[in-house]
């Protein structure tokens, strides 16, 4: 029987995975020529991240799942606390991406590498994480976890779903997927090239 937890940490990974390659690609460009958007997208996509994978994904996570998987796999228990110090790290990591955003847009391009840098590492340690989770939790979970589980796991995981992930409207977020997705220039988003 599918599990709905399982597909909502799935979905929740991909959208953060098209964000985090938004990112990317938004490093290939130049804000010369609109900067204020170009900023203005960066920032809505760190604020994303934060908000969502960092302040209701994780600790989900951390605080549900990775209990149940230790008490029946506890031969993943240093792979738990990797993940867990991971999850540790990145709400820290996150507003230290802000922070040196910020800096290049108020200070100039002699801090964009030190952004770019510092973004590049960041995807590299979330998709490694994630990665992490889905290959190697994600199928024991499945395995052996019990009903009971799957029915506690299942109804934390519907509660504050990521809108990006799950299409659920949330009208108090529609201006942040808006500025993300509108604003983003083709073929990043729908915004203007």
């Known amino acids: 029987m599918p599990k709905a937890a399982l597909q909502i940490i799935r979905d929740e ?3 953060v995975s098209a964000v985090l390659r938004s990112v ?8 010369d020529e609109e900067p204020e958007r170009f900023f203005d997208v960066l920032r ?27 008490r029946v796999a506890p031969e993943l228990m240093p792979v738990i606390r990797r993940l867990e110090e991971d999850h540790l790290q990145g709400e820290q990591r996150v ?8 800096a290049w ?14 973004a590049r590492r960041y995807v590299e340690f979330y998709r490694a994480h994630m990665r992490t989770e889905e290959t ?11 009903e009971e589980d799957w ?12 809108p990006l992930a799950s299409g659920d409207r949330d009208p ?10 509108m604003r983003t220039p083709a073929p990043i988003g729908v915004g203007p090239a």
């Open 105 to 118: 847009e108020l200070l100039g391009d002699g801090r964009r590498p030190a952004f770019e840098d510092a």
């Open 172 to 181: 108090i977020y529609d201006r942040l997927f808006t500025r993300i997705v």
């Open 151 to 162: 029915v506690q796991l299942d109804a934390a995981f519907r509660t504050h779903c990521d």
């Open 95 to 102: 507003r230290e991406l802000q922070h040196l955003l910020l």
């Open 44 to 70: 809505a996509m760190l604020f994303y991240i934060d908000e969502f994978p960092e302040r209701r994904h994780h600790p989900k996570e951390s605080d549900l799942l990775f209990p149940k998987l230790a």
């Open 136 to 146: 190697e939790l994600l199928p024991v979970a499945q395995q052996r976890l019990g």
């Open 13 to 15: 990974h991909a959208a």
């Open 24 to 31: 990317l690609q938004m490093l290939e460009r130049d804000p």
